[in-house]
């Protein structure tokens, strides 16, 4: 079993839908990083946050540490949102954990 | 501009060949890292260097040696490529190594024939 679980795998919304996408990881951490894979294979840091929330424009990020679970949220989603969302841990120093992934699919 | 860059953008190459993939970041940041992304889209880290030390070092086969010969470059190079290592390789940098938020290159993707 991986140490971080994404879900869903796959998600399909409709445009201007709210969307969720859980983080679940198993191991202690020290930092959370939510990344998102355009189709064209380009990789960008969406957030990182230890506690909290974090809000960015239409992207909202939170992480529970007791319960070693985030999500990210996207309101009003777009088209252009479409991509695959990656959740990943720092644990023990550095080291750094990925999930799986879960592919996002905005239909106008 | 960019950020971070990496060469060849695509690398397609015969088993048993030796390659190399370099990755120069124009941030300042102290910390570099390589990961190998395979067919499934599955993340994972290989090396991190900070100030041109090894600092993070995965169960990766010795045929892959990563050099930094300054804060600015992670190299990697490939020793006798086996079919299994065509995948993407994305190089990323962060201001420091503990937990900061990375930027990463286009990738490389190598195709071992």
């Known amino acids: 079993k991986n140490e971080v679980e994404q879900s869903p795998q796959n998600l399909t919304a409709q445009e201007g839908e709210f969307i969720t996408i859980n983080c679940s990881y198993s191991v202690g951490i020290s930092a959370l990083h939510w990344l998102q894979q355009h189709p064209g294979g380009g990789i960008v840091s969406l957030f990182m946050?230890?506690?909290g929330k974090k809000k960015h424009g239409r992207l909202i990020a939170t992480i529970n540490i007791q319960e070693k679970h985030s999500s990210l949220h996207i309101t009003a989603s777009h088209p252009r949102d479409s991509a695959v969302y990656i959740c990943?841990?720092?644990?023990?120093?550095?080291?750094?954990?990925f999930g799986e992934g879960t592919q996002l699919t905005v239909n106008p | 501009d960019t950020a971070v860059s990496q060469t060849p953008k695509y690398l397609v190459t015969q088993m048993g060949n030796d390659k190399s993939i370099k990755c120069e970041q124009n941030?300042?940041?102290?910390?570099m890292y390589w990961y190998k992304q395979d067919s499934k889209k599955f993340l994972k880290i290989m090396f991190s260097?900070?100030?041109?030390?090894?600092?993070i070092n995965e169960t990766v086969p010795n045929r892959f040696s990563p050099k930094s010969p300054d804060k600015a470059h992670l190299n990697l190079h490939i020793n006798s490529l086996e079919l299994g290592d065509s995948a993407v390789y994305f190089c990323?940098?962060?201001?420091?190594?503990?937990?900061?938020?990375?930027?990463f290159g286009p990738g490389t993707r190598l195709l071992v024939l």
């Open positions: 990943a841990v720092y644990s023990s120093g550095s080291r750094l954990t």
């Open positions: 990323a940098s962060s201001q420091d190594w503990a937990a900061e938020t990375q930027y």
């Open positions: 941030l300042g940041h102290d910390t």
């Open positions: 946050l230890s506690s």
């Open positions: 260097y900070n100030n041109k030390e090894l600092i």
